[in-house]
């Protein structure tokens, strides 16, 4: 019974997901910090409007509290864009510089007789049925 829930939290993918859990709740205190200490502080300077959480109108003695919806849309705009500028655009330049370096996969090879590429895989050439190597 213990064995195949070993071997169930062993395997790599739920090990990479619990690693990625704790790491992104890590990070989103971070990314909320600096969203909450830093950016918004900075749009609120700009628009001289820190905070819409006041913004309501009134249908029937029905309060609507917009500002609040409008608060949460500001907040997760700011925290989309610093997730984009500082995380996700970095790790692409940086994939990309990896990539170069890594040498490309050899997926074919070149017939001795008739010099055409066939799989890697391929006992003869597809073109002049030759035996391949």
């Known amino acids: 019974m213990f064995k195949g829930f070993r071997q169930f939290i062993l395997r790599g993918n739920a090990v990479d997901l619990a690693v990625g859990v704790v790491i992104g709740a890590g990070f989103s205190g971070v990314v909320n910090a600096l969203v909450k200490d830093l950016i918004t502080p900075l749009v609120a300077a700009i628009f001289q409007k ?71 895989a391929a006992k003869r050439c597809k073109f002049c049925t030759q035996p391949l190597p």
């Open 50 to 120: 820190p905070d819409f959480s006041g913004l309501y109108f009134t249908v029937n003695y029905s309060r609507f509290l917009y500002g609040d919806f409008i608060n949460a849309v500001i907040s997760f705009l700011l925290i989309a864009l610093v997730v984009y500028y500082l995380v996700i655009t970095p790790m692409n330049v940086f994939m990309a510089k990896l990539k170069k370096w890594q040498p490309e996969e050899v997926t074919s090879k070149t017939c001795p007789e008739c010099f055409s590429e066939v799989p890697l």
